[in-house]
């Protein structure tokens, strides 16, 4: 019985999961961030916002579902 009052009490993520879920969170950031600062974009030149960022979030957003996952 005190095998289970002790499983109840760990914390449900490692400090491993809380890093991998800040670097989640700071490519997201990043990516937004890197985002706002174009003004116009032309399609026919390379451009941040329309070729780099989209992944940059989409990795964040990936990382965390990974880090929420991860033992």
Known sequence: ?????????????????????????????????LMSTEGFIDSKQFSLSLYVCPFLIIGGFAEIIYAILAE
Do not use: Q, R
Request: no cysteine; hydrophobic share 50%.
């Open 1 to 33: 019985m005190s095998d289970n009052i002790e499983k109840n009490n760990e914390m449900p993520f490692k400090a491993k999961n809380y890093k991998l879920m800040t670097l989640g969170a700071a490519l997201i950031v990043l990516g937004f961030l």
